[in-house]
């Protein structure tokens, strides 16, 4: 015989600021920390795979130091990193990820290179892009009218050169604030203090001339500059897609510049939104439209040049976090095949802790947060390359994909990745009740038991990580994330595998996974609650999927203002259940 209550079932949908699932869209989670939507079934989720180390710097330039900035043009990463050389400089590198090698780059000298920038607080972030055979560098290093800026030459790929340099006939006035191609120009962004800011435009495919003085666009007024990136516009009229180029302020416009000078069809027009942004590493193109984070909360220019509200408002997604970034310009995001993925410190948290969040524009959702802990992040192929904040040297490049793989591991630079999967508060009726539920489960697939701790090799655990994968803590929390119960759910499946015991063909290495199945989460003794939520927490593997929450809720008809202890809460439901009710006064 059934228990007496109603199932409540909660389909993991996304992460929401929501601080109740009453107002929350349906299937809004907490907590998706280190999980990733699993391709193949919709509310199920998978570990995140561990960003790997693809080449440290540093061994082929000894005495470097961070990473600045990095820019991913065909199988190479050029880059700017704290000099070994020239101490208190950045100099350019080149890494070829398809021979995994170091480029040399000649040229630069403490004449010719920008300082190096703090490695925290604000700042303004460099920038580089390609024109022709140059790549072209903003860094707030450059001092002055004769090094306005760095090049790079490209046009023989293996004898790659630098130089500080600066526009000619017509020079810039000061070193420019950020870099973007359009329309085979550079346009450099230049905020000269005390002057009116603008945006300078080179030749075409010629980025180190400026031939005629009038190649240069204002914008009303001395407030800077701060990013610039490209939106292909929609066409009604005579259809198919308009180039334009976004020209982002602080908080105060946004601008969308269309034509060409050789032309005479410039066109410079503000958008109908009094935003903007600081963080001038969020900004980033999508098929979609460029997305960027604003001072409230990440927002979509659209293929109509269209700012749309901030993605998530109103508990429907994730904003908080955005809204209360410490250091703003310090964020970093990158797009790639469907993904957003964008690094902040979220003031807003307890330790003000450095959190990345990822938005799927195909599914409309977000997950996180996610601790990968990026400095700097661009799109490769179909995954990610960055930098970390938790490499202290800096000069390391990590590959980070956004799915995993049959080579995925889970140690991110030393550290074993955590999941954590948490509901928000418990949808509740239009009762003024208390609530209980004795039966829950939890859909998992679980990873093999685990009973060779002490006895992996080192070569498992450094690919694979150490510890009970199995062995996974469900609580029930409530409104002030007291634990009410907790219990562990273990799998029925044995590891069976062990360096040198183990004989190839005859098993499955690292044991078969017990399959999804609704796991049944054991309390102790009844929940009794008023605002309740479900969090989960364990070692991530491979093996690991998670999926909806059911739990059999009655409601107890009676309103108590304070329940205590869970001891107090069980009393108090053995009571009503017996039909007594002396427990409630």
């Known amino acids: 015989m059934a228990l007496p209550g109603n199932v409540l079932t909660l389909y993991p949908e996304g992460v929401t600021d929501a601080l109740s699932g009453s107002n929350a869209p349906r299937g809004s989670m907490a ?104 790549i072209i560098i903003s860094h707030p290093g450059y001092f002055g009218a004769v090094v306005a800026f760095g090049a790079i030459n490209t046009l023989n790929q293996n004898a790659l050169t630098y130089q500080g340099t600066n526009t000619t006939p017509n020079a810039l006035i000061f070193p420019p604030s950020w870099v973007v191609n359009f329309n085979g120009r550079i346009f450099f962004l230049v905020n000269p203090p005390g002057q009116q800011s603008a945006a300078y435009m080179s030749d ?53 510049v269309t034509g060409d000078y050789a032309l005479g069809n410039l066109s410079v027009n503000a958008l109908n939104a009094a935003t903007g942004t600081f963080a001038a590493n969020t900004v980033v193109s999508t098929e979609k439209g460029v997305l960027f984070m604003a001072p409230d909360g990440v ?46 410190q979220n003031g807003a948290a307890a330790g003000n802790p450095q959190q990345e969040w990822w938005y799927d524009l195909v599914r409309d959702l977000w997950s996180g947060p996610h601790t990968t ?92 990580g150490s510890g009970d994968f199995s062995q996974m803590q469900f609580k029930f929390i409530d409104q002030n994330l007291t634990a009410l119960d907790t219990v562990s759910v273990v799998s029925n499946t044995a ?36 605002r309740g939520a479900i969090l989960g927490t364990g070692l991530s593997s491979a093996i690991l999927k998670l999926g909806e929450v059911r739990a059999r809720v009655q409601s107890l008809g009676y309103l108590q203002p304070s329940l205590g202890s869970a001891a107090s809460r069980a009393f108090i439901l053995d009571q009503s259940v017996l039909g007594g009710n002396s427990a409630l006064g």
């Open 495 to 530: 590891f069976g595998s062990l360096w040198g015991v183990f004989v190839w063909g005859v098993g499955l290495w690292g044991g078969a996974a017990d399959n999804l199945f609704p796991r049944p989460l054991q309390w102790h003794f009844p929940i009794v609650y008023r």
């Open 204 to 256: 075409s495919l010629n980025a180190l001339s400026i031939t005629n003085a009038n190649q240069i666009l204002t914008f009303g007024d001395n407030l800077p500059l701060t990013v610039a990136a490209g939106l292909g516009l929609s066409n009604q009229l005579i259809g198919g897609v308009v180039q334009a180029l976004i020209i982002f302020k602080g908080v105060s416009a946004i601008y969308q």
């Open 31 to 134: 907590l998706l920390s280190d999980l990733i939507p699993d391709p193949t079934t919709r509310h199920l989720w998978q570990c995140r795979p561990a960003a790997v180390v693809l080449n440290n710097i540093a061994l082929a330039l000894p005495g470097s130091g961070a990473i600045s900035a990095i820019l991913n043009i065909g199988t190479r990463i050029y880059g700017m990193i704290a000099s070994g050389t020239f101490a208190g400089y950045d100099q350019p590198f080149c890494y070829d990820i398809s021979t995994n090698t170091v480029i040399p780059i000649t040229g630069g000298t403490a004449a010719n290179l920008p300082r190096s920038p703090p490695t925290g607080g604000p700042w303004t972030p460099p920038s580089m892009a390609l024109c022709g055979s140059q």
């Open 299 to 344: 927002r979509l220019i659209d293929l109509n040049a269209r700012v749309d509200d901030p993605i998530g408002k109103d508990g429907q997604g994730i904003t908080v976090p955005f809204i209360n970034a410490v250091n703003p310009t310090r964020s970093n995001a990158a797009y790639n095949a469907g993904l957003y993925r964008i690094q902040m």
């Open 373 to 464: 802990g990026a400095s700097l992040t661009v799109p490769y192929k179909n995954t990610f390359i960055c930098t970390l904040q938790s490499d202290v040297v800096g000069s390391k490049l990590f590959q980070s994909d956004q799915v995993q793989t049959g080579i995925s591991t889970f140690v991110e630079n030393g550290r074993q990745l955590q999941w954590q999967y948490q509901t928000t508060m418990f949808p509740e009726d239009d009762a003024m009740n208390e609530f209980c539920t004795i039966e829950t489960t939890v859909h998992i697939q679980m990873p093999p038991t685990n009973n060779l701790q002490s006895g992996w090799s080192s070569g498992w655990s450094s690919g694979f």
